[in-house]
């Protein structure tokens, strides 16, 4: 394996990329459309309507679960091209832990949870850019004139995250989430997701 020539997967990177691009996009419209037509944007109104949110938003929430476990490939395609640079700490700490973070919001998705459905959703809009970013990129070198935006979707990444803790300590303060073990839990592992993207960002620069 390490006297090997790397692959150059040019073909399956183009089709797995736009295939990506495809998924995330299409994830973002659905939760955009269940966010307006399910529920407050700000904070559902009743218990019942709470728990009538979470019952709704199981099926398409497992369907952003198996997106995270497909973006494993990622992984698997640095180590094919021998792409080593490429597997940091933040790309192996993020692409492991958000399938188990998913799977255990879904999990314990108990009354409300609509800041999980909020953070989701914005980060199929950030990844459908992403992989849009790496589809392009794969095409060939006669793209890169046209990607000067790739250090924006790290700044949007930062901008996500941010909104996101925004979004749920609101929500913790006024009574519209319940800060139990499970949101505990998520708030420090979406912090602890900042910091990394924003070391990130400062090293690239």
């Not at 990844?127 to 006669?142: D, I």
């Not at 609101?170 to 499970?182: A, D, H, R, V, Y």
Request: charged share 15%.
């Amino acid at each position: 394996m390490k006297n090997r020539k790397p692959y150059t997967l040019r073909g399956i990177l183009v089709a797995y990329n736009f295939l990506e691009v495809i998924i995330n996009t299409f994830i973002a419209f659905r939760v955009s459309h269940f966010m307006l037509n399910n529920t407050d944007l700000y904070c559902p109104s009743n218990i019942e309507e709470k728990v009538l949110f979470s019952q709704r938003f199981q099926h398409l929430g497992w369907l952003i679960f198996l997106n995270k476990a497909f973006d494993l490939f990622d992984t698997v395609f640095f180590v094919l091209r021998k792409k080593q640079n490429q597997v940091t700490t933040l790309h192996v700490v993020h692409h492991a832990l958000m399938p188990l973070f998913c799977w255990l919001g879904l999990r314990n998705l108990h009354f409300g949870g609509f800041y999980l459905a909020v953070g989701l959703g914005m980060n199929a809009v950030i990844h459908t850019f992403m992989y849009l970013y790496y589809g392009l990129s794969a095409l060939g070198p006669n793209m890169t004139k046209y990607l000067w935006w790739k250090k924006y979707i790290t700044i949007l990444q930062i901008v996500q995250f941010a909104i996101f803790l925004v979004y749920m300590s609101i929500g913790f303060l006024n009574g519209c989430e319940q800060p139990g073990k499970m949101e505990i839990t998520i708030f420090v592992f979406v912090s602890f997701m900042l910091v990394l993207f924003i070391n990130f960002y400062k090293q690239c620069k």
